[in-house]
């Protein structure tokens, strides 16, 4: 049973504007979220982490936002460049876990020129 | 440079044969994982170990087995009991004392069933 979902497989989003990427969980154990970039053929590395006290964190470019009352983040790029294009995994944990991660199948990004 | 190291990043496997992925880290991380993806799915966990000679299955142990005799390695081997093998595998370590549920990943290893 998939406890962690990212609903749309692909987007693509012109550079400049805004990309939005969205991840639901089920589990109410959880409680610290993490997004992750993929390009192919490498491994998964950390962008941003929210943990479950927080609505917001942000990193620059990279904004994630947690709606707990929902069980829903997002994850915001703005303004989205052509290096971004890449897989984005969102993944979180519970805190008895020890690291556990529960990933999404991902969101395939596409910035066009 | 401090990282993680997996080997080789191609792998091909024979009917009936086990084969080892290599994972070394020199990040001086408590904590290591290996991660199997397949395309159009997320990352799921098959074992990871907390400690050095400790390890714990993940969600998907059955038909892999690992040994955790140093801290900066962590080797998978995939037996002949995992009837599916092809797929990418992921290593991964964290220290956490210091980040958190945040993990560092390899490059990744794919295994092919020949």
């Known amino acids: 049973d998939q406890q962690v979902k990212q609903n749309s497989p692909s987007l693509s989003v012109q550079e400049g504007r805004i990309s939005i990427l969205n991840c639901d969980y089920t589990?109410?154990?959880?409680?610290?979220f993490l997004w992750y970039k993929k390009y192919p053929a490498e491994g998964p590395t950390f962008l941003i982490s929210?943990?479950?006290?927080?609505d917001k964190n942000e990193d620059g470019r990279f904004t994630v936002f947690l709606n707990k009352s929902a069980k829903h983040l997002s994850l915001h790029i703005v303004p989205s460049q052509p290096g971004d294009s890449a897989v984005y995994f969102c993944?979180?944990?519970?805190?008895?876990?020890?690291?556990?991660?529960?990933f999404g199948a991902g969101t395939q990004v596409v910035v066009t020129p | 440079d401090g990282g993680i190291t997996q080997s080789p990043k191609y792998l091909f496997r024979k009917e009936g044969q086990n084969v080892t992925l290599s994972c070394e880290q020199n990040?001086?991380?408590?904590?290591m994982y290996w991660y199997r993806q397949d395309p159009g799915q997320g990352l799921r966990l098959i074992y990871y170990s907390q400690i050095v000679n400790d390890f714990q299955k993940g969600d998907i142990a059955e038909g892999y087995s690992v040994s955790r005799e140093k801290k900066e390695s962590f080797p998978l081997t995939v037996t002949s009991a995992q009837k599916n093998p092809t797929a990418f595998y992921l290593c991964?370590?964290?220290?956490?004392?210091?980040?958190?549920?945040?993990?560092?990943f390899g490059a990744g290893t794919r295994l092919s069933v020949l």
């Open positions: 993944a979180a944990s519970d805190d008895d876990s020890w690291g556990k991660l529960q």
């Open positions: 929210i943990s479950s006290i927080k």
């Open positions: 990040l001086n991380h408590d904590a």
């Open positions: 991964a370590s964290m220290n956490p004392r210091r980040a958190k549920n945040i993990q560092y």
């Open positions: 589990n109410s154990m959880f409680d610290y």
